[in-house]
């Protein structure tokens, strides 16, 4: 199983909507497993099954070859890749969840019934889209970068520490780099073989894409 991250740099905030309400202590459910997954919850860890319920400070760990597809209280479902750590921090109207290693796919139902973020420790993006995509952990710079892209919407990403701010519209990408800079939103030949399916009865959910080999589609581009 991994082991969490412990990256200390600023935030990255994925929001799809930014109006107030209320935390809400509601909890997720696993709907979908395959391979190696483990549930940490209230101190214990065990494998996760379909069916387990999700709180606030539980986490979920994939392993090789492995996936969880979690659906939330708020239309937003999330899948993780292999080799993902995805730790819960609050579910409902208000939800949140933070990426400290691997891939997580969302996708959202209709019109979301409050807010979504997904976190990582190097930037921030908002979003306004209900299909994209965010990985953690490989580098170009020293300190591990985020990459992201859309599916479906558009996402705003910045950078609080430098208040660059980028708009990445459906079909496009972006690399935030360890140091805290965007690059400019682009095409990325990789993303085109994402699976973006979270519903295990509309066929298969695996996503095969190889991030090792997707980040070497980055490194063959100038950064702008």
Excluded: H
Aim: glycine content about 12%; overall charge negative.
């Amino acid at each position: 199983m991994l082991e969490r991250s412990r990256a200390a740099a600023g935030l990255v905030l994925l929001a799809a909507l930014s109006f107030p309400c209320a935390l809400s202590a509601a909890s997720g459910t696993v709907v979908y497993v395959e391979g190696d997954v483990s549930l940490t919850s209230g101190g214990e860890t065990r494998e996760a099954s379909i069916g387990d319920a999700v709180a606030p400070g539980d986490a979920v760990v994939t392993g090789a070859r492995s996936l969880a597809v979690i659906d939330l209280t708020n239309r937003t479902t999330v899948k993780l890749k292999e080799k993902t750590y995805l730790a819960i921090d609050t579910i409902g109207e208000v939800a949140a969840v933070t990426l400290t290693a691997g891939g997580v796919f969302t996708s959202i139902a209709g019109k979301l019934t409050g807010r979504f973020s997904v976190q990582t420790p190097n930037a921030v993006c908002g979003v306004r889209g209900t299909e994209f995509f965010v990985a953690y952990g490989r580098t170009i710079d020293a300190r591990p970068d985020v990459w992201m892209c859309v599916n479906e919407g558009t996402v705003e990403v910045a950078v609080p520490a430098t208040g660059q701010t980028v708009l990445v519209p459906r079909g496009l990408g972006v690399n935030i780099l360890g140091a805290g800079r965007i690059t400019a939103p682009r095409p990325y030949a990789w993303t085109r073989k994402l699976n973006w399916n979270v519903n295990p009865g509309a066929g298969g959910v695996q996503d095969t894409t190889s991030l090792d080999q997707a980040y070497s589609d980055l490194l063959d581009q100038d950064y702008d």
